[in-house]
């Protein structure tokens, strides 16, 4: 198995060796040694390191915190800092940057190896995560049915285009919005509001369906017959923690029971 590349930002030439000398003892590469925010910056998209390992305190510039920030804002890697300063205001700015560890000087090479390993562990399972995410979203987007997933409090996540086709809502806009705001479902017999399920359901913790006759009206004021059915989104402890709907436009359906109705007649 290839060894680890970490990368070390710090501007001490002593501590930097030191460093150096640690990590190659207990199995890691280390493919540079810088010694400012801007050079770590440089080196990092030159050289795509597993993690880097950054000291808080830098000269020039930018210091750690700052660097660290670049870095995670254009580049997907993890950063485990070491310094010898824990004051609240460094620690509420580390905070900012996400760090996938933090280690107080002096340390020995057994916490150094621990935060290391730990951070790549960390950062991998991530990355598996975000990319089972993007997995799960490119197959909502390509079903052929209007989809919208909301939060336990029916706050909406995701909806596929078929979603934004029937509501009227764009995905960028609805997200974030409570769901009865997208979701705006009337009763057609009496042309008043109903609950929507999906309240109903993340309050009880089932989903009931709903009952026929239901119109959507859409973000323009359009009145759609739909039938909507749904599912709760649980956690390991049977907890609510969202909710699935699927909604299907039943205009022609309608339409095929208004003439057979009709025809009876």
């Known amino acids: 198995m290839a060894k ?33 925010g801007e050079g770590a910056v440089k080196k990092v998209a ?8 950054m000291d808080i305190m830098l000269q020039g510039e930018m210091d750690g915190i700052e ?8 580049f997907n890697i993890p950063i485990v800092y070491f310094t010898a300063y824990s004051d609240e205001k460094i620690l509420d700015r580390v905070k900012i940057t996400q760090p996938f560890g933090y280690i107080l000087k002096p340390f ?26 993007q997995w799960l979203a490119a197959i909502l987007k390509s079903l052929g049915e209007a989809i919208i997933a909301t939060d336990k409090r029916g706050i909406i996540k995701l909806m ?20 009865t ?4 479902i009337i009763s057609e017999e009496t042309d008043k509001q109903i609950e929507n399920p999906a309240i109903k359901a993340i309050r009880e913790g089932i989903f009931y369906g709903i009952a026929d006759h239901t ?44 003439a057979l109705k009709i025809f009876k007649h």
């Open 4 to 36: 680890k590349r970490i990368l070390i930002v710090e501007d001490e030439i002593i501590t930097a060796e030191d460093l150096r000398e640690s990590l190659q003892d207990i199995g890691y590469e280390v493919p540079a040694v810088v010694s400012t």
């Open 46 to 53: 030159e050289d795509t390191p597993d993690l880097v390992l």
């Open 67 to 74: 660097t660290a920030h670049q870095i995670r804002s254009h």
């Open 108 to 133: 020995n090479d057994r916490e150094l190896y621990t935060n290391i390993e730990i951070a790549l562990y960390k950062h991998e399972m991530e990355r598996e995560l975000k990319e089972s995410e």
């Open 160 to 179: 596929n285009p078929f979603a934004e086709a029937l509501t009227g809502w764009k995905e960028k806009d609805a997200s974030g919005k409570h769901l």
């Open 181 to 184: 705001t997208v979701l705006n």
């Open 215 to 258: 119109i959507l009206i859409t973000k323009e004021g359009n009145k759609i017959p739909v039938d909507i059915i749904g599912s709760t989104i649980k956690d390991e402890k049977d907890n609510v923690i969202g909710i699935v709907l699927t909604f299907y436009d039943i205009i022609e359906r309608k339409k095929i029971d208004d």
